[in-house]
């Protein structure tokens, strides 16, 4: 059983006899206390998608939900809905738009490494690799001879996510972003 310190995002633990999704996670050291962080866990139940702020010490025990995870890829939107396709049996899972948050700006059309997360055979969340592949709709030109570690500008990515790239990217390119802080990591070489 995992410590409130060890829990992270799109974990799944069990709170009086049900099962949660955490979404957000906020630390804070309260002045004047000799202790540790308080974190404060956004959650939303699996049954209902009740959302509920509960706010734990480092060191409380937190019991995990029986969660079991299945490799998917993204196959298409059906107006709220998204659907995963299962990677082993060809089983259709839908996800409403509100389920996944922020997780959206990383989901692109026909991409693997995606595992959907499932409690009492019911997707509630999904887990994202930690360097997604998206392409660049919008930015501004690129200049000759721009140093690839220079000076940076906006671009926007088919997901609608914007983030900054060395001035040499242009349009077009597919570059790799880290999920977690949002971040050009390298630009994809085409082989």
């Known amino acids: 059983m995992p410590k409130a310190s060890d829990i992270k995002k799109n974990m799944a633990v069990e709170m009086n006899g049900e099962a949660f999704i955490v979404r957000d996670i906020e630390r804070s050291v309260p002045q004047g206390r000799s202790g540790g962080s308080l974190y404060r866990m956004r959650m939303y139940s699996v049954a209902t998608n009740q959302k509920i702020d509960e706010t734990f010490k480092d060191s409380d025990m937190l019991p995990l939900a029986d969660l079991e995870r299945r490799d998917v890829t993204f196959s298409y939107i059906d107006g709220d809905e998204y659907v995963f396709m299962d990677s082993a049996d060809y089983t259709a899972y839908n996800m409403n738009k509100d389920m996944l948050g922020d997780s959206l700006l990383f989901i692109a059309e026909d991409m693997q490494g995606i595992q959907v997360m499932m409690v009492n055979d019911a997707p509630v969340a999904v887990e994202l690799p930690s360097i997604v592949e998206l392409v660049i709709v919008e930015t501004d030109p690129s200049l000759k001879g721009g140093s690839a570690t220079a000076r940076t500008k906006p ?37």
Do not use: W, Y
């Open 155 to 191: 671009a926007i990515l088919t997901t609608g996510l914007t983030v900054q790239v060395p001035e040499h990217i242009s349009i077009g390119d597919k570059i790799k972003i880290n999920v977690e802080d949002r971040k050009f990591t390298g630009r994809v070489t085409s082989s």
